[in-house]
């Protein structure tokens, strides 16, 4: 089972631009975990975006307790962050393209009493209709905070469209949308797919 395990960390105003740059290498390495197929990294305005390809909740295990990952959470992230959410997604097993000129979207959608599974499939199966390379899907773990969540890789040439298209899919949503946790990251973005993928 393919997964996806995205991070979104809220930086501190006092972040200075060294550290954050510190932080999105400190990212990148973790290409070089055995078990990464492929990682992308980047800045919003005011966040550390990274997701994170792996084969398996084996891998997640395995890629949690590497000393990158670790380093990349105690050394590059905690000194600058306010806060830090993450979700481990079940998704399809292609890779990212090399695009060197993108931007991309990470989102959640929290857990919700009275929210039925096919209202999250219904607004999965719009996301993934979108432009732009798309890995949706639900939750492995802690449902209780997230049901669902992905990332979704677009061209800036594409990215007027992109945002169009998502404004008129999030009106279908109702009060769903307003819940959406989400960022877009545009700023340093990188894909790293290690050598032997």
């Known amino acids: ?77 905690a000194p600058i962050i306010e806060s830090l959410w993450s979700a481990a997604i079940d998704c399809n097993d292609s890779l990212p393209n090399r695009d060197k000129d993108f931007v991309f979207w990470l989102y959640a959608f929290p857990d919700h009493e009275g929210v039925f599974e096919w209202e999250i499939q219904k607004i999965l199966n719009d996301i993934a209709n979108l432009p732009g390379q798309s890995w949706t ?23 007027e469209n992109f945002a169009k298209k998502l404004k008129n899919s999030k009106s279908d949503w109702g009060a769903l949308a307003n819940s959406l946790t ?16």
Not at 8 to 32: D, G, V
Not at 137 to 159: M, P, Q, S
Not at 182 to 197: A, K, R, W
């Open 1 to 77: 089972m393919p997964l996806l395990h995205i991070i979104n960390a809220k930086l501190k105003k006092t972040s200075s631009e060294n550290e954050i740059f510190a932080a999105l290498e400190k990212a990148t390495a973790m290409s070089n975990i055995s078990v990464v197929n492929a990682i992308t990294s980047g800045l919003s305005d005011g966040s550390i975006g990274v997701g994170i390809w792996l084969d398996n909740t084996d891998d997640l295990e395995t890629f949690a307790a590497s000393e990158e990952h670790l380093v990349f959470i105690m050394q590059g992230l």
């Open 137 to 159: 899907g639900t939750t492995i773990e802690e449902r209780d905070h997230f049901r669902a969540g992905g990332i979704v890789l677009i061209n800036k040439n594409e990215y």
């Open 182 to 197: 989400e960022e877009f990251y545009d700023n340093n973005t990188i894909i790293s797919i290690p050598t032997n993928h």
